[in-house]
């Protein structure tokens, strides 16, 4: 079976220090790949996607940066955190086939509060 | 884009009573729609999808409806338990984008026992 793992699950970090989540897939190969935002009390809010290694989409204009090294592998990262960039970050991962309905798994999420 | 408008945000129900949660979405050329629950502190869960070649589908208490001449879809949940308190989001995909949902804001589900 697809596990899909999130750390550090949470983080408290100062404003204008650098950022790096970590999200790890397993028991599957060549998923695509998401990072999403959700704001409290808020929708999700997807901020990059990726359909392969070193191939990564931005959704929104912002201060953070994704990439993926291995095929498994999806990080988030950023030099120097805003107090806007605090929230619950979810990756997820979707089962690429040849359908195309393409059922989306979460993560369980990193709760990031920048002071 | 795709835009994604769920209503309502809050909804409290006695134990018991169904629940309906219902979306609309603008593009027609979006034919997968999900639905899933997120726990308190946790990732959304899929609890049940519904493909736009089908207008209805069941899976014991919940229930998902498709209406694509009107482009809305609705979440049935019926004899309501204190465990389904939690918010439900909708989403609508297009197959060819990459895997990519648009969801809605969110409804926050309260049962009262």
């Known amino acids: 079976s697809q596990t899909i793992h999130q750390w550090p699950a949470t983080l408290v970090q100062p404003v204008g220090s650098p950022l790096s989540l970590e999200c790890t897939v397993e028991?599957?190969?060549?998923?695509?790949l998401y990072w999403y935002r959700q704001a409290a009390g808020r929708g999700l809010q997807l901020l990059f996607y990726?359909?392969?290694?070193?191939?990564i989409s931005s959704e929104v204009p912002q201060n953070l940066s994704a990439s993926r090294p291995q095929d498994r592998q999806f990080i988030l990262s950023s030099k120097k955190l805003l107090l806007s960039d605090s929230g619950f970050y979810l990756c997820?991962?979707?089962?690429?086939?040849?359908?195309?309905?393409?059922?989306?798994?979460f993560g369980p999420g990193t709760r990031l509060t920048v002071l | 884009g795709e835009n994604v408008e769920q209503h309502p945000s809050t909804l409290s129900v006695q134990e018991g009573d169904s629940a309906v949660i219902k979306c609309t979405y603008s593009?027609?050329?979006?034919?997968?729609f999900p639905w899933y629950k997120q726990e308190l502190g946790k990732g959304p869960q899929l609890i049940i999808d519904?493909?736009?070649?089908?207008g209805e589908k069941k899976d014991q208490r919940i229930a998902v409806t498709l209406n694509k001449t009107a482009k809305h879809f609705s979440l049935h949940i019926t004899e309501t338990q204190p465990e389904d308190s939690a918010v439900y989001f909708c989403?609508?995909?297009?197959?060819?984008?990459?895997?990519?949902?648009?969801f809605g804001d969110g409804t926050t589900l309260t049962v009262k026992p």
């Open positions: 997820a991962w979707v089962r690429v086939r040849l359908a195309v309905y393409n059922e989306q798994f």
């Open positions: 028991g599957t190969s060549n998923p695509n």
């Open positions: 990726s359909v392969g290694i070193g191939q």
């Open positions: 593009d027609s050329a979006s034919n997968y």
């Open positions: 519904i493909r736009s070649n089908v």
């Open positions: 989403a609508a995909q297009r197959g060819t984008n990459a895997g990519k949902s648009t």
